[in-house]
């Protein structure tokens, strides 16, 4: 069904899936993306960021332009050889790509998750969005959702991206009356995990990059921090670099601790500030112990009914092997890791917000 022929549905709820990402959240959109009532928009915050909600109105073309425009970062680390296993694009590529076109932000992570054409469903948006009035860019979204749950014949939507906690206050800010998850694994594990991903390592190491340089954001660097850069750091930030220079850097495994802590933390501390209403959380771990059970609570907090045979269908997508894996860690490092982490064990056993 086109965007031209669509039956009409009502948006009934709006939920974000905020968290650290490594933490089975991948697992969750596959899960969420199975019920005939959740339009699951993977990766849709990671994918386009805080650029497209601009202050001000924006026109339909406008609005278009900011969902379109390739993500630089991303593109940088596909052309570096260095592509993440969450871009789906790349997978199945179609007619655009990195090297010559670049790969529209929707295209990457969020549309192939919903459709097996993703070409053919951006252009249908396209056609739509740029005939869109000025307004902001938080009722574009709004309206876009809700185009999309027309399209699938979805009534709820839950957006849900790794990596971020830091996205939540702006995300409130512009849909008030949205929903919140924090989803959380044990931090050892979870570490551990990031510190095999390559947009995690890469992520460490633009941290490390901040710190050297005492800058809030990479767009504050100049030539001449950059200068003073390191050989093996400031390569990082060209438009193409060496994938060595991410995968075989020595990066302390209690870095990667330290980082789950900041990131539980700051998304238990935003949780405490919601109503009841407006927020839960979902430890992994609870998951995979009774999946039925915390799906079940899930579904009734995003608004959809919790139903047999989904609950049945969502078990066989979990990953149970992943569960325990910094146990075989030598005692050492195991040690310092669990000591990195243990911030932020102390709040998510504090701070219990279900």
């Known amino acids: 069904m086109s965007v031209a022929k669509l039956r009409r549905v009502t948006l009934r709820s709006l939920a974000f899936v905020i968290g650290t990402g490594r933490s089975g959240s991948t697992a969750l959109s596959r899960i969420l993306n199975t019920h005939p009532d959740v339009l699951s928009l ?17 026109t ?29 694009y790349t997978r199945r590529p179609g007619r655009y790509a990195a090297e010559t076109t670049g790969i529209p932000a929707l295209s990457l992570m969020v549309l192939p998750h919903l459709t097996d054409d993703p070409d053919g469903l951006l ?25 999309l749950c027309e399209r699938f014949g979805r009534t709820a939507v839950v957006e849900r991206s790794g990596y971020s906690t830091g996205w939540a206050p702006g995300l409130r800010a512009a849909f008030p009356d949205a929903r919140f998850v924090h989803m959380f694994r044990d931090g050892p594990d979870c570490a551990l995990s990031m510190s095999r991903h390559p947009g995690y390592r890469t992520i460490s190491l633009l941290r490390e ?31 193409r670099f060496d994938p060595a220079l991410v995968r075989d850097r020595d990066v302390p495994l209690r870095a990667f601790g330290a ?12 949780l405490g500030r919601l109503p009841a209403w407006q927020r839960t959380t979902l430890a992994y771990e609870d998951l995979l112990d009774d999946p039925a059970e915390e ?3 899930l579904a009734e907090f995003i608004g959809v009914d919790p139903l047999p045979q989904w609950l049945l269908a969502a078990s066989a997508l979990l990953d149970h092997s992943r569960r325990g894996s910094a146990l075989r860690l030598p005692a050492a490092e195991l040690a310092e890791l669990r000591e990195s982490c243990a911030p932020g064990t102390h709040v998510l056993e504090s701070r219990p917000l279900r």
């Open 60 to 88: 339909g073309e406008e609005f278009w332009q900011l969902l379109f425009r390739p993500a630089p970062h991303f593109e940088r680390m596909i052309r570096s050889g260095l592509p993440l296993p969450e871009f789906l």
């Open 123 to 147: 252009d249908e948006l396209r056609a739509a969005l740029v005939r869109w009035p000025e307004r902001t860019a938080a009722e574009h979204h709004r309206a876009l959702f809700g185009l």
């Open 259 to 270: 980082l789950w802590s900041e990131l539980v933390t700051e998304g238990t501390e935003f």
């Open 209 to 239: 990059i901040k710190a050297r340089a005492d800058v809030d954001s990479l767009a504050d660097l100049t030539d001449e921090h950059v200068r003073s850069l390191p050989a093996d750091l400031s390569p990082l930030l060209d438009e």
């Open 42 to 58: 993977n990766e849709f915050m990671a994918s386009v960021g805080d650029a497209a909600f601009p202050e001000g109105k924006l």
């Open 295 to 297: 799906l079940t609570r």
